[in-house]
T-cell receptor, first 114, second 112 residues
Framework: QQQVKQSPQSLIVQKGGIPIINCAYENTAFDYFPWYQQFPGKGPALLIAIRPDVSEKKEGRFTISFNKSAKQFSLHIMDSQPGDSATYFCAASGASGGSYIPTFGRGTSLIVHP | NAGVTQTPKFQVLKTGQSMTLQCAQDMNHEYMSWYRQDPGMGLRLIHYSVGAGITDQGEVPNGYNVSRSTTEDFPLRLLSAAPSQTSVYFC???????????FGQGTRLTVV
């Protein structure tokens, strides 16, 4: 059973566009929702994270929107740049119920054309 | 500050061979974990540890063993390699639950 469902699997946008990646989770014990960015040949690195006490968090051009009642969260990339081309993973973890270690979505391959 | 170091970076094994993937971190993190990354499947948890002497299974543990004798090291052992274990393996560490996970550079393993 996939605990964190991520869509779309791939995304192509033009420079300046606003790609949106969506994730949904099932385990109500999750209370930490990070997004990781991975470039080819590298390990994933934390991009931005949110906790369920807020509905939105912004860091630079990256914004997480969080809907606790729907158990969904999404990543928006404003004014996307070719350097944003990477694979993005959403994840979820909790402090109880055996969910200590993050569960990851299947990833979204983003290509930003110049 | 090296962070999380994985060795080797690349490895080719024959079916049935055994090997150990090494992972070391110098951040004094309690939590360490191993993931495998396959196309379209994301990062799947193999085994994890919440402290020295404590390990547990993740989503896809079959064919792999781990141990955690020190805080710094968390090796992953392939007992008898199979072609289905061809993958990219990542080790990660963190202070605890609900904190940033730091990943190594990965080990690309091919089993022929």
């Amino acid at each position: 059973q996939q605990q964190v469902k991520q869509s779309p699997q791939s995304l192509i946008v033009q420079k300046g566009g606003i790609p949106i990646i969506n994730c949904a989770y099932e385990n109500t014990a999750f209370d930490y929702f990070p997004w990781y960015q991975q470039f080819p040949g590298k390990g994933p690195a934390l991009l931005i994270a949110i906790r369920p006490d807020v509905s939105e968090k912004k860091e630079g051009r990256f914004t997480i929107s969080f809907n606790k009642s729907a158990k969904q969260f999404s990543l928006h990339i404003m004014d996307s740049q070719p350097g944003d081309s990477a694979t993005y993973f959403c994840a979820a973890s909790g402090a109880s119920g055996g969910s200590y270690i993050p569960t990851f979505g299947r990833g979204t391959s983003l290509i930003v054309h110049p | 500050n090296a962070g999380v170091t994985q060795t080797p970076k690349f490895q080719v094994l024959k079916t049935g061979q055994s090997m150990t993937l090494q992972c070391a971190q110098d951040m004094n993190h309690e939590y360490m974990s191993w993931y495998r990354q396959d196309p379209g499947m994301g990062l799947r948890l193999i085994h994890y540890s919440v402290g020295a002497g404590i390990t547990d299974q993740g989503e896809v543990p079959n064919g792999y063993n781990v141990s955690r004798s020190t805080t710094e090291d968390f090796p992953l052992r392939l007992l008898s390699a199979a072609p289905s274990q061809t993958s990219v393996y990542f080790c990660a560490s963190s202070w605890g639950s609900n904190t940033e996970a730091f990943f190594g550079q990965g080990t690309r393993l091919t089993v022929v």
